[in-house]
């Protein structure tokens, strides 16, 4: 199977020819341990014409720049945000999935969002408008490499569990209130992380939230 090449990635005109590779870099490093025997054996099975095309677009040296992309400075695969250490493979969901501390800061952030997008979109999670992968970068960003998937895991569980506590203090004033129609925002009022937090136990690798009798 032939390697498509994109004459443009992340804003890089792919027509040079010189290398400018530092191949001892652990970014080269990298692609070389990950990807470079893929990359021979794409070579190989290239037609003449599809070779000819390859070089025109810079042959190895441009499928090598771009991969090197993908890897921050120290060798580490980076995900779609940017972020390093959030690679689940070769380990356990048991090594991924733990509670760990996490910053009132970020927390606090993550539950004002949550408040605000539930409020928003009617309790309905809408993954075309919210922003919560911007938390989770900036939180992932502040906190050490290899703490991040255990992190993210855990500020997860905490969104999970003020969610569940915004939907319960709806339905408590409204039982017959359904996700996606409109309601009285006053409810949420009395609805703060702190009252969510305090009435949360640890069970395991999760939360288990204790359900706070919101009715008048």
């Not at 025109?56 to 995900?79: A, E, P």
Request: hydrophobic residues 30%.
């Amino acid at each position: 199977m032939s390697l498509t090449i994109n004459p443009y990635v992340n804003g890089i005109n792919n027509n040079s020819n010189s290398s400018g590779i530092n191949t001892n870099s652990a970014q080269y490093k990298a692609v070389e341990r990950d990807h470079l025997n893929d990359i021979i054996a794409n070579e190989a099975a290239m037609s003449e014409k599809e070779r000819l095309i390859y070089e025109v677009f810079g042959g190895r040296d441009t499928i090598i720049k771009n991969m090197m992309q993908m890897y921050d400075s120290n060798g580490n695969l980076l995900n779609p945000y940017g972020v390093a250490g959030m690679c689940i493979d070769g380990k356990s969901l048991s090594e991924c999935h733990q509670i760990i501390d996490v910053s009132e800061k970020y927390r606090q952030k993550m539950f004002d969002l949550t408040k605000s997008e539930f409020i928003r979109e009617k309790g309905v999670a809408n993954g075309d408008t919210t922003n919560r992968s911007s938390v989770f970068t900036e939180y992932q960003l502040s906190i050490d490499i290899d703490d991040r998937l255990k992190g993210t895991w855990t500020l997860q569980q905490y969104e999970q569990a003020y969610t569940k506590a915004l939907y319960n203090a709806v339905k408590a004033a409204n039982p017959n209130w359904e996700l996606g129609q409109s309601f009285d925002t006053s409810i949420l009022n009395s609805v703060t992380r702190e009252s969510v937090e305090a009435n949360l136990t640890q069970s395991g690798n999760t939360f288990t939230y204790q359900s706070v009798d919101y009715s008048i």
